[in-house]
């Protein structure tokens, strides 16, 4: 535990609280100890700070932006695919703690898990130090990349796609699974898009949000739309 509150530039005064939130209900499950419980009420916490940390940052950074923009920066920010990427910057995967079957599925690796374990090292430095530690630290390992978002203009296919079809009262948009294929640790799930019953596009992601996501975005190229 010194080395990851080295790395992430915050020492516990509570120790426990820093040991729950890398604790995953699998180890949880398999733990023998008193005391002793996994991640998920403090990744809740870390959850709701977060959106409170990165919302008041964007509504401060960016003042001519609308709601609409800055829920989607916002989102962005907050994702699990970001949130992954933050704890692979931090090396949180190294420091979990998972049951035997997590441990030989590749769990360290797996970005729900990472992602979870972020929001709930978020959580610990809340209650173990108060809302100006986890200000630095979501600033310092989430919130660098705002810039980058907002250049970007979130690319949500979903939602572009859904504003387009809305315009044409009567035409349903919907998802359909295809299947999943690979290994738990890196599974791959494959989603079409179908407007009415016609299917106009098709994606593959490592979550069924981002194959819907990569589904979205060829509809919108079918049909001559860059977004």
């Keep these: 535990m010194k080395e990851l509150e080295k790395i992430i530039g915050y020492h516990f005064k509570n120790k426990h609280l820093l040991l729950t939130a890398l604790s995953h209900s699998s180890f949880v499950n398999e733990c023998k100890e008193k005391n002793c419980v996994s991640n998920e009420r403090l990744e809740f916490l870390g959850d709701s700070v977060l959106g409170v940390i990165t919302a008041t940052f964007l509504y401060s950074t960016y003042p001519d932006v609308m709601e609409g923009e800055l829920t989607k920066m916002r989102s962005a920010l907050v994702c699990e695919g970001s949130l992954c990427a933050c704890a692979r910057t ?4 190294d420091h979990l703690r998972l049951g035997r079957g997590e441990e030989s599925g590749g769990g360290r690796k797996r970005d729900s898990i990472l992602a979870d374990a972020f929001e709930a090292v978020i959580g610990a430095i809340y209650l173990d130090g108060g809302e100006e530690p986890a200000r630095k630290f979501v600033h310092k390992f989430v919130i660098r990349g705002a810039d980058a978002v907002d250049q970007n203009a979130i690319r949500d296919y979903k939602t572009a796609l859904q504003e387009i079809v809305q315009k044409n009262p009567g035409e349903i948009l919907s ?7 690979g290994p738990d640790h890196d599974k791959k799930f494959q989603v079409e898009v179908l407007l009415n019953s016609n299917v106009i596009g098709q994606g593959e992601g490592h979550s069924k949000k981002e194959a819907e996501q990569m589904a979205a975005k060829k509809a919108l190229a079918l049909m001559g739309i860059d977004h």
């Design 90 to 93: 931090i090396s949180l995967g």
């Design 175 to 181: 998802y359909r699974m295809l299947g999943a294929c």
